[in-house]
Structures are given as C-alpha cells and as structure tokens.
C-alpha cells in the first residue's frame, strides 16, 4: 500500500470538508477549493480525519491513491495557514516595486514589467533585500506565478543576474579562458 496514502489527513479547527462521491470542497479562513478526483480512489471522512484508500492494487490506482491524498492535504493546508514562494532578484539596477496590486519588475529592458496577480494570489515586496514573496492558498497555483515571474529574467550562469527562488543554487560557468593568449 502507499506510504503517503495510507496516513489519514487531520482537518485542523476551522476547515470544513464535504465530501460528495469523487467531489471534495474545503473551506476554511483563507478560501475555498473544491476539486474532483479520477475513479479508482474512495474518499471518506473518519473521526475528524480524511481517509483515502484505492479500488485495486493496479499500478494506475496505486498511483492515483498517495497524489489524492497529498492534494487533500494540500488544499487544507491552503485554506487552513496558505502557503509562501521567495523569490529574489539580483543584478545592477534590478528591483521590484509594488504598484497597487501589480508588481512591477525592473530587470534590465527598456521598460518595467507590470506583472497583475491572480486571483487568490498577493505580492508582498522587500525592497531593500529586493525580494518578492507570493502567497495564496492554493499551492499549485502560488508555484505556477512564482515560475511566471521567474521566467520574465531568469538567472543566467555567468554573472548570476536575474529572478530566482530563495536558496536556489545557480550553476556558474567561467568567462573567456583563453583571454589574453594571442596566436602562438
């Protein structure tokens, strides 16, 4: 059986989960998400705990049955605390702004970026360690913006300029090494 599967998901104070066949909405202080599953996993709520199990041992269903469970526990999670991505920007020049909701990045075009969050999405901007943090309830989607905005400037490997995620290590490669040798 799945490792991750098998542990029941707790529902912290709060959080409200109907569960309708497939069909799981969850609702809590930060929001509300609702999402349906594929066939082969059953969904059912057990003293105060979410409990997933799987139809069969076929490699689809074992597959299918740790991914339900980990995305019911991601989106209480969400609606319960929500969830963070860092990112930061360096290079010369390089700095983000807030302007109203938008963010608004200068990464080295002509022009600044105007970058306007989705909804359920919100910026929040340091500018003085020029880091960008985005937050939401709904995890899949704080990835998917936090990638956006990394991939307007993302780091190139020979100075190290651009948009990364906090802590993300940047493979650095050398200049020239043949600088200054001439013909032979």
Known sequence: MSRV????????SGVQIDINGLYVRVKGPKGTMERTFAPGVAIQMEDGTVVVTRETDMPTHRALHGTARALINNMVAGVSTGFTKTLEIDGVGYRPE???????LYVGFSHPVTFPP???????????TRQIKVTGFDKEQVGQVAANIRGIRPPEPYHGKGIRYAGEKIRRKAGKSGKGKGKK
Do not use: C
């Open 5 to 12: 599967g098998r542990l029941p998901v707790t529902v912290p």
């Open 98 to 104: 807030m302007s109203g909701k938008n963010l608004m």
């Open 118 to 128: 989705p909804d359920g999405i919100s910026f929040e901007v340091d500018t003085k």
